[in-house]
T-cell receptor, first 116, second 111 residues
Framework: KAGVTQTPRYLIKTRGQQVTLSCSPISGHRSVSWYQQTPGQGLQFLFEYFSETQRNKGNFPGRFSGRQFSNSRSEMNVSTLELGDSALYLC???????????????FGEGSRLTVL | QQQVKQSPQSLIVQKGGIPIINCAYENTAFDYFPWYQQFPGKGPALLIAIRPDVSEKKEGRFTISFNKSAKQFSLHIMDSQPGDSATYFCAATGGSEKLVFGKGMKLTVNP
């Protein structure tokens, strides 16, 4: 069974640009969560989607947005990029309808974004 | 506001040592406490998890100790090996709420 797939793995953008990251969850998993990982802050929750609906949102500005498609694939978008947005963005899926709090999260390898 | 506080930030031990990672939480609604292990270039992977109805859980060389009254839990790695060198994250959540992570601890096990 294929794992969580994230694309692109690496990307470089400049300030003010926007970026879209993609996540394909494990087949059959309907809950998808996104996390931002930085050396200073660790793993910070961005948002969680289940059946195309956002169920939870972290404390990030409105420049960070996401969506989920009917096939459970998810995308996140960051507009008007800032230097501080440089991070590893991780996607995780779980098969459980209860979401991340009820069982194991399966993480992808992440998309490493560098903002110059 | 850091809902899960993790310490230390980094630790270096010799092979065979017993590193201990501590975490504390504030929200008494939390009822699921997993630990994730992350190797460089990889996403975190679930290592072991515990719920508050037990005070200790052991899986192989990894043991979680849980103190509900103190709102603290810790991970012990027995007979640590160089292959255990990784970053370890504690986390907590309650029901369908978001999973919140500690800031992580980088463990180095020297041969």
């Amino acid at each position: 069974k294929a794992g969580v797939t994230q694309t692109p793995r690496y990307l470089i953008k400049t300030r003010g640009q926007q970026v879209t990251l993609s996540c394909s969850p494990i087949s059959g998993h309907r809950s998808v969560s996104w996390y931002q990982q930085t050396p200073g802050q660790g793993l910070q929750f961005l948002f969680e989607y289940f059946s195309e609906t956002q169920r939870n949102k972290g404390n990030f500005p409105g420049r960070f947005s996401g969506r989920q498609f009917s096939n459970s694939r998810s995308e996140m978008n960051v507009s008007t990029l800032e230097l501080g947005d440089s991070a590893l963005y991780l996607c995780a899926s779980t098969p459980l309808a209860g979401g991340p709090g009820t069982g194991e999260l399966f993480f992808g390898e992440g998309s490493r974004l560098t903002v110059l | 506001q850091q809902q899960v506080k993790q310490s230390p930030q980094s630790l270096i031990v010799q092979k065979g040592g017993i590193p201990i990672i501590n975490c504390a939480y504030e929200n008494t609604a939390f009822d699921y406490f997993p630990w994730y292990q992350q190797f460089p270039g990889k996403g975190p992977a679930l290592l072991i998890a515990i719920r508050p109805d037990v005070s200790e859980k052991k899986e192989g060389r990894f043991t979680i100790s849980f103190n509900k009254s103190a709102k603290q839990f810790s991970l012990h790695i027995m007979d640590s090996q160089p292959g255990d060198s990784a970053t370890y994250f504690c986390a907590a959540t309650g029901g369908s709420e978001k999973l919140v992570f500690g800031k992580g601890m980088k463990l180095t096990v020297n041969p």
